[in-house]
């Protein structure tokens, strides 16, 4: 730990701390004025853009909606079992599970997957 330690600048520190904490990261994209008010209670973990508050929870920016809304679906009707989850969902309507899929799925994914220039794949043509 100590060795791990020495290294870091005042604000690492700083960032790490705030993370533990459970400061929600700082967005960019979305603020809390813009999330519809069915999302209000999932952005304290899922992030108001989707992109989770720790990597506890799963990020949904970027997801399929068709894949959201059959996930909400199965937590609803436990097929899927999350206690969290499933407190979260039970009283969901299903045009409020199409809602936070569509709202879910728009926000931009933290992470991305460039479009490789060259690959294995396109060499030699
Ligand atoms: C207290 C924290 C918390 C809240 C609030 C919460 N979730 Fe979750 N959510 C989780 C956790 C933890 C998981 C992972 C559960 C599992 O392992 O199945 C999860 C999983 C999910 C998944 C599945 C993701 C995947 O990749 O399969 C979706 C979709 C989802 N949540 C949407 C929502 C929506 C929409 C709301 C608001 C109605 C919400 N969540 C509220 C903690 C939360």
Do not use: W
């Amino acid at each position: 730990m100590h060795s791990q330690a020495q290294e870091l600048s005042e604000q690492d520190m700083t960032d790490i701390a705030a993370f533990f904490a459970g400061t929600p990261l700082p967005s960019g994209h979305r603020d809390a004025a813009q999330v519809p008010q069915v999302a209000g209670l999932c952005v304290s973990c899922h992030g108001a853009d989707g992109v989770g508050i720790t990597p506890l929870y799963p990020t949904l920016a970027g997801q399929h909606a068709d894949y959201i809304a059959r996930s909400l679906d199965e937590y609803q009707k436990g097929a899927r079992k999350n206690l969290i989850m499933a407190s979260f969902v039970a009283k969901l309507t299903s045009a409020q599970i199409e809602a936070l899929a569509e709202y879910f799925s728009k926000q931009e994914p933290a992470l991305q997957t460039l479009p490789r220039a060259y690959s294995r794949f396109s060499a030699g043509q």
